[in-house]
């Protein structure tokens, strides 16, 4: 389909990406919690930003650059993990009646989402390395297949982020409900922010 190799295949590979758990997932959820329905959106719009940028910086060639260069891609590893373990710490580190480090202001959801998945280790090893196996050399279109590529990309992820979202709200006003169980919620994701950021340092 326009260049693209196996588009059902595609399709499975980029709801099985979403799917997987990882920082763009806890953004979801934790954005979902403290800002409800408009946070958990502004936030799926951040991750297909993020998708986004990837993708055409695959596209563009940063691939092939941080393939050629161990120093490039040790840089982009120390950066994502430094920034996913400072918020990390600063979910772990909260006290009662502290105002969360997600702040309930959709734009600050957006903009968060957006440097967790460009920072995302499972979201540039699934665009600089996977991604390009989906294009058919043979039946190639150029920008029309990146395009029709990247539209399918940003639907899917808005249509996985919708439904994300409100599971995440029904079962988040039960947990608002509960302070206590709120701040032990954001500390466990505070863990899971550093885990992901030491992961990223030891591939």
């Known amino acids: 389909m326009l260049g693209i190799a196996d588009y059902p295949a595609f399709v499975i590979a980029v709801l099985v990406f979403l799917a997987i758990p990882g920082p763009g997932n806890l953004a979801l959820i934790s954005a979902t919690a403290e800002g409800g329905v408009r946070g958990g959106m502004a936030a799926t719009l951040g ?30 590893q120390w950066g994502g993990a430094l920034y996913l373990g400072w918020l990390g710490w600063q979910m772990l580190r909260a006290k009662p009646g502290e105002a969360a480090a ?26 600089m390395a996977f991604f390009p196996l989906f294009v058919d050399p043979a039946r190639h279109r150029g920008l029309l297949t990146f395009a029709v590529m990247a539209a399918t990309i940003a639907a899917l992820t808005f249509a996985y982020g919708l439904v994300a979202v409100l599971l995440a709200h029904r079962l988040g006003e039960r947990v608002r409900g509960s302070p206590r169980m709120s701040l032990w919620l954001r500390r466990v994701a505070g863990v899971c922010l550093i885990g992901f950021g030491v992961r990223l340092l030891s591939r």
């Not at 997600?102 to 665009?127: D, E, S």
């Open 102 to 127: 997600l702040q309930l202001k959709p734009g600050h959801f957006l903009r968060q989402a957006m440097l967790i998945t460009l920072l995302n280790p499972k979201a540039i090893v699934f665009y």
């Open 47 to 76: 991750v297909i930003l993020g998708d986004q940028v990837l993708m055409w910086a695959a596209v563009a060639g940063v691939a092939a650059l941080l393939a050629a260069s161990p120093t490039a891609f040790s840089v982009v």
